[in-house]
């Protein structure tokens, strides 16, 4: 910057220098035709050869010192200010490729919380489905009729479904599988036709265990037995009911015989 600054400055000294050196051996004098109005005066134009004074062309010389004196402390100015800007603008780009870094953090910190909210919501989801469980089912999928009576106690799987929230009674089975550990209610009914060899009768049973049974004993007419529980079950616990052996067990369109059973809380 300096140097292309100071390259013209010395050119137009020099062609003042030759100009005056060129003067010289004239003895100062005009020539032809131009002698009045260029004294004094500055050249105007190169081909005009006008003459300067000695001292014309010294002032101009210390003239350009001082100025190219007074450039040169400008351009050191200019210079530090240069430096201090480039300096500040540096400091800048670092706070900005901060700033970018910070920004970049932020993004992978709220993808990573934004995924581990979906997993609290889809595990919120599925715990909220599980506890939403509750069935009733009859005994006959349609028409009427008996049961047994059969020589051991046998499952009774109750195929007329009403209400399956929560799938976890299976009316292929007749078995209830608990899908949360919590306490759960259960209701049963047992239809009878009355028979003086044949009473009517089933078990609520738990993991292949007795708890409560519903029985009838009458020679004629109809009737039912009910019976209901509340138990604590693990997740995979098995409810059914059992009938018990050498009973009939009846049912028809109003569905004497019935299985029912929610989910009261988990646990
Ligand atoms: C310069 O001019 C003076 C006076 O006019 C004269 O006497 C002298 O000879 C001249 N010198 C030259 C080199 O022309
Ligand atoms: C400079 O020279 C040109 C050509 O000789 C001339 O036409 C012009 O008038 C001159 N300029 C001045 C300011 O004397
Ligand atoms: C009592 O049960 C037996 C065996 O199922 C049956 O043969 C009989 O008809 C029944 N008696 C009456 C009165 O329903
Ligand atoms: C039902 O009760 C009567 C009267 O008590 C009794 O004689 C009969 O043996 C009972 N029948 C069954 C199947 O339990």
């Known amino acids: 910057m300096e140097m292309t600054m100071f390259i013209p400055l010395l050119l137009m000294i020099c062609s003042f220098s030759t100009a005056q050196l060129q003067e010289e051996p004239d003895n100062k004098t005009i020539p032809h035709g131009k002698q009045t109005e260029s004294r004094g005066g500055e050249p105007a134009n190169a081909s005009d050869h006008q ?32 430096e201090a800007q480039a300096a500040k603008l540096e400091g800048q780009t670092t706070v900005v490729d901060n700033l970018k870094q910070e920004i970049s953090q932020l993004q992978r910190d709220n993808e990573a919380q934004k995924a581990t909210l979906m997993t609290e919501v889809d595990n919120l989801k599925q715990q909220l489905q599980a506890k939403q469980v509750a069935f009733s089912a009859s005994l006959l999928a349609s028409g009427k009729g008996h049961l047994g009576p059969f020589n051991t106690h046998t499952p009774l799987v109750f195929r007329r479904v009403v209400t399956n929230i929560g799938n976890a009674y299976n009316p292929n089975t007749g078995f209830f599988i608990a899908p949360v550990r919590g306490a759960y209610h259960f209701e049963f009914s047992i239809g009878a036709e009355g028979n003086n060899s044949h009473s009517s009768g089933a078990w609520l049973v738990k993991n292949g265990e007795n708890i409560f049974i519903a029985w009838e004993n009458q020679s004629n007419g109809y009737g039912s037995s009910a019976n209901g529980a509340t138990l604590l079950l693990e997740v995979g616990d098995v409810v059914f009911l059992r009938q018990y052996k050498n009973t009939r067990i009846y049912d028809d369109g109003n569905h004497l015989s019935t299985f029912s059973g929610h989910l009261l809380f988990t646990m």
Do not use: F, T, W
């Open 51 to 82: 003459p300067a004074y000695p001292q014309d062309i010294h002032a101009v010389l210390r003239e350009m010192s001082a100025l190219l004196a007074e450039q040169r402390v400008e351009m050191n100015h200019l210079k530090r200010d240069n």
